[in-house]
């Protein structure tokens, strides 16, 4: 069993929004901080948002900053990613992750990972 599955990606619009849904299951996350990265091809795997497993503490990217909010819904051990004012640059598979601990942008010190899920931006 995955314990996360990443939804809700597609093709959108350059100017329009897109919430990504990361279903946890099989897996005690009390504790993690739940973080979103993206990997667009031939990049590195960056950083988005996270937030703790308890639904506090939201942390993001500077580079998307004010254009995305992170939230958990605590009754379906769900975390989302609402992305708006969404761009050509924004073209990425998303990943949802997990790591023990205090929030962090690092992508090595995050153990799980979800398959990804495909956002493509139209110009």
């Known amino acids: 069993q995955v314990p996360l599955v990443e939804s809700g990606g597609g093709l959108v619009q350059a100017g329009g929004s897109l919430r990504l849904s990361c279903a946890a299951s099989?897996?005690?996350?009390?504790?993690?901080?739940m973080g979103w990265f993206r990997q667009a091809p031939g990049k590195d795997r960056e950083f988005v948002a996270s937030?703790?497993?308890?639904?506090?503490?939201?942390y993001y990217a500077d580079s998307m900053k004010g254009r995305i909010t992170i939230s958990k819904d605590n009754a379906k051990a769900a975390v989302y990613l609402q992305m708006n004012s969404l761009n050509p640059e924004d073209t990425a598979t998303y990943y949802c992750?997990?790591?023990?601990?205090?929030?962090?942008?690092?992508?090595?010190?995050?153990?799980?990972w979800g398959q990804g899920t495909q956002v493509t931006v139209a110009s």
């Open positions: 992750a997990a790591k023990w601990g205090s929030r962090g942008n690092n992508y090595n010190n995050y153990e799980y």
């Open positions: 099989g897996v005690t996350f009390y504790g993690y901080t």
């Open positions: 937030i703790l497993w308890t639904g506090s503490s939201p």
